[in-house]
């Protein structure tokens, strides 16, 4: 692998062949960007044939895991079909080079994991979160539909009558409860989960190569087969990124206010009515 190549992420060669990537753009929380999303995308194909590398462990840099996508690549997106079809493409290489990976990925969830951040966590063969950090899926709240990973995992792991209630309100879980719902596998004191991550790796990293990965491979065939309704999700969520709420949403989120969602309106009421 050349780490040099990479400009959001942070690599560190830890022993027996267990590579540490660090989201590394702790001024904005670790919010993934074009360039971030993109990184993210790749890494996992180059971790999978990288000869060095037995078991990758992800987590974030300063207080956080990662806030999701920037909401400036969210208002470039934003009714832009060209971006938003590259999004389409690139957020379905970052789900299934995951779940392709030869390796196993450890998530070390240090703090708040939403969006785009998510999808990394949850994703990862063996999820460690913090106590106290919160998980969500936030994406009916900025107006657009649950896509990224949220059809595709949290059925499997959390239920379909937990998955759709957080999934449909948006709302978030922290750590302690993830773990009572199976969302992740252990939750931790916050200074623990980098080194209880750091542990597991080690255990998978020493142990039978063949015997681990060929587990891994079989376990994520339950995600191939749901990978159609994953493929509509993603497309559900780029198709509402070409609609009105979505920029309100996203409006919202930047003063830091409750969103006022066209589609919420009552029938024949004007936008002026619906401010007053």
Known sequence: MKFSEYERLAFERRPDGVLLITMDRPEKYNAADERMHTELARVWTEVSADPETRVAV????GKAFSAGGDLGMVERMTGDYDRVSHM????????????NCEKPVV????GVAVGAGTVVALMADISICAQDARIGDGHVKLGVAAGDHAAIIWPLLVGMAKARYYLMTGEMVDG?????LGLVSKAVPREEVLPEALRVAEVLATGSQPAIRLTKRALNGWLRMAGPIFDQSAAYEMLTFLGPDVVEGAAALRDKREPRFPSARPPG???RNADE
């Open 58 to 61: 992800v987590t974030g840099a």
């Open 107 to 110: 998530s070390a969830i240090n």
């Open 176 to 180: 302690a409860e993830a773990e009572r």
């Open 88 to 99: 389409l493409s690139e957020m379905s290489d970052l789900v299934y080079n995951i779940v």
């Open 269 to 271: 009421a004007s936008e």
